[in-house]
């Protein structure tokens, strides 16, 4: 079995990435993660015990621990999904995006690429530095606009996007100046178990749960490609062991839903999961000012994926969101965890000024 140096694996997508590496067993791994307040190391609780699953705290910026790491388990693989990851963050507080998602990710390049020239030949053929990115850097569609391909051109407009287009632009680089074996990926929003509750769908289902009002930006018809979490780590790791060095897979849903509508959905399965009398929960949808930049459709093409790869999504949207509230119901230790000090402050600050349109 490979072992993999993995990124931000306390995180939504790392996580859920790591426990069915264990679970599947795909690979052995080595956890890196700042722990920051995205981070939970409750999602990988059932690793207690594993021998082949580590955790080190730490930044992916730092370079000799990394490199320190490198050595010490000399991995078959870098997976990189550390990253500050949230839109409305960027808008906020733009510099740590900087600081993770570019400077950090080039300082892990470098020590990837320092570590690769100490490798036998075999261990340098094998190697791979899988990055882990996002639609958002392809900008913004309009309806009639055909969905993002490989070869679409990058056009990122917040913060974030802007920063990992940049980061996607070293890893590109660094492939094609010092033939470092890398691999990079674009996907569509993600949604599942363990994702925390800053984004849409796990916050719609804790404000909804709690009859708390549920805010919309702006007109609610932005588009997003939905994709379950599960569907996106096992694409991850068929193009970890199959993809084509130097290339970018756009890993899609093919689910394009508005806000509103998904919005909508989530009440009609929380109005069944946890009926209150008489009560419909879309009636706390709450209409606010748009978030500035805000774009308006993504749509992924994953044929080539599909094509060269044989991967398509699994889940149906209904059931996968069905499945999804389901979790953070059953779950409610790990949501009492995660609403502590510091995210009540978030609301605060996100939402405290867009008073209802
Ligand atoms: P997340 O915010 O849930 O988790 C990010 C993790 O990275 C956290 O555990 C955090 O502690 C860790 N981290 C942050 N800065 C770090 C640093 N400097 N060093 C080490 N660890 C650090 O993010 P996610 O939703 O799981 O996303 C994972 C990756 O997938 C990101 O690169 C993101 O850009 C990308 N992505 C996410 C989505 C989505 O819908 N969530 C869609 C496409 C791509
Ligand atoms: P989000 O989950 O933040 O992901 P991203 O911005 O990376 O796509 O938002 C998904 C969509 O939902 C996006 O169009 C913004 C919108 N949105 C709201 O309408 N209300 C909210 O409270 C949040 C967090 C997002």
């Not at 996580?15 to 307040?37: C, E, G, H, P």
């Not at 995205?38 to 992916?60: K, M, P, T």
């Not at 190697?127 to 392809?138: P, Q, W």
């Not at 780590?233 to 509103?260: D, F, P, S, W």
Request: with cysteine.
């Amino acid at each position: 079995m490979l072992t993999a140096l993995v990124t931000g694996g306390a995180g939504f997508i790392g996580a859920n990435f790591i426990l069915l590496s264990r679970k599947n067993q795909w690979l052995n791994v080595i956890n890196l993660d700042k722990l920051t307040y995205a981070s939970n190391l409750e999602n990988l609780a059932e690793l207690q015990g594993d021998r082949n699953y580590h955790f080190v705290q730490g930044d992916i910026g730092n370079v000799e621990l990394v490199s320190y790491l490198l050595n010490k388990y000399q991995p078959d693989a870098i997976i990189n999904f550390a990253a500050e990851s949230h839109v409305d963050r960027s808008i906020f507080s733009p510099q740590i995006f900087i600081q993770t998602n570019v400077v950090g990710t080039f300082n892990l390049l470098e020590a990837a690429r320092f570590y690769l020239q100490k490798l036998s030949p075999q261990k340098q053929q094998k190697f791979r530095f899988l990055h882990v990115s996002t639609d958002e850097v392809y900008g913004s569609l309009q309806l009639h606009e055909s969905a993002f391909r490989e070869d679409t051109a990058y056009a990122p407009n917040s913060p974030y996007s802007a920063s990992k287009a940049a980061a996607d632009h070293f890893v590109r680089a660094y492939y094609h100046t010092y033939g470092l074996p890398t691999l990079t990926t674009n996907s569509s929003n993600n949604y599942g178990m363990r994702q925390f509750p800053e984004k849409l769908i796990p916050l719609t289902i804790l404000n909804a749960l709690d009859c708390k009002s549920l805010p919309i930006y702006g007109d609610g018809k932005n588009i997003r490609d939905w994709l379950y979490v599960i569907d996106h780590c096992e694409a991850i790791y068929l193009v970890l062991q199959n993809g084509k060095l130097g290339e970018n897979y756009n890993i899609g849903g093919l689910n394009e839903q508005t806000n509103l509508t998904v919005v909508k959905k989530i009440c009609a399965i929380i109005d069944e999961l946890a009926p209150k009398s008489n009560f419909c929960h879309s009636s706390l949808i709450t209409f606010v000012p748009d978030r500035p930049g805000h774009d308006r459709r993504y749509a992924i093409d994953c044929s080539k994926i599909r094509r060269d790869l044989g991967w398509h999504p699994q889940e149906n949207f209904d059931s996968g969101l069905r499945k999804t509230v389901q979790w953070y119901l059953d779950n409610s230790d790990w949501v009492n965890q995660v609403r502590s000090g510091a995210y009540v402050n978030w609301l605060q600050q996100n939402y405290g000024n867009r008073n209802a349109k």
